[in-house]
T-cell receptor, first 116, second 115 residues
Framework: AQTVTQSQPEMSVQEAETVTLSCTYD???????LFWYKQPPSRQMILVIR??????QNATENRFSVNFQKAAKSFSLKISDSQLGDAAMYFC?????????????FGTGTLLAVQP | DTGVSQDPRHKITKRGQNVTFRCDPI?????LYWYRQTLGQGPEFLTY????????KSRLLSDRFSAERPKGSFSTLEIQRTEQGDSAMYLC?????????????FGNGTRLTVT
């Protein structure tokens, strides 16, 4: 079974600084997708960024980028120029390629605080 | 695109009572997922529908839980004889075909408190 591990329960960053959130996963599949979702307090979860495992190039979305290391099964999220609105719970998630369900498997999350 | 809608936002019930939650997915989305999220944990998969067919149920979904999506549009999740351990946020998400690249769109969730 696939698992996702986020070893940092909480992180803090100063406004305008850069922070990296860690995620590791375990799978025997060769094709899959990885995601970072953001869940602000009392608000719905939204997709931040996604990475296809067959792509070597790391995904980037504006201030958000990932460091995808397939052999190490590592998928970290870098937030540059942090803003107060980035404060949220961040979840790393895995989604396999095979099967009908394609359900997301989430890690336990990292709570990010942004200090002004 | 009005987003995924869940009702109610909050539900407080006494142990032993039945509760039902509703999810209205984005209109053109034929895939619908239910997740449960407890404090300090990531969402855990409960069940999945493709159109009206329930294609997968987690072992977390005991026989007290039942989910339906009768016409392939909205879905309901019912918990019978609630227990204090059922207290959690219940999240609904929807997506389109095809494949795992299609992102899930989440609702705001229903927070259940069992007293």
């Amino acid at each position: 079974a696939q698992t996702v591990t986020q070893s940092q329960p909480e992180m803090s960053v100063q406004e305008a600084e850069t922070v990296t959130l860690s995620c590791t996963y375990d799978t025997s599949e060769s094709d899959y997708y990885l995601f970072w979702y953001k869940q602000p307090p009392s608000r719905q979860m939204i997709l931040v960024i996604r990475q296809e495992a067959y792509k070597q190039q790391n995904a980037t979305e504006n201030r958000f980028s990932v460091n995808f290391q397939k052999a190490a099964k590592s998928f970290s999220l870098k937030i540059s120029d942090s803003q107060l609105g980035d404060a949220a719970m961040y979840f790393c998630a895995y989604r396999g390629y095979g099967g009908a369900t394609n359900k997301l498997i989430f890690g336990t999350g990292t709570l990010l605080a942004v200090q002004p | 695109d009005t987003g995924v809608s869940q009702d109610p936002r909050h539900k407080i019930t006494k142990r032993g009572q039945n509760v039902t939650f509703r999810c209205d997915p984005i209109s053109e989305h034929n895939r619908l997922y239910w997740y449960r999220q407890t404090l300090g944990q990531g969402p855990e998969f409960l069940t999945y529908f493709q159109n009206e067919a329930q294609l997968e149920k987690s072992r977390l979904l005991s026989d007290r839980f039942s989910a339906e999506r009768p016409k392939g549009s909205f879905s309901t999740l019912e918990i019978q004889r609630t227990e204090q351990g059922d207290s959690a946020m219940y999240l609904c998400a929807s997506s389109t075909n095809p494949g795992p690249n299609s992102p899930l769109h989440f609702g705001n969730g229903t927070r259940l408190t069992v007293t």
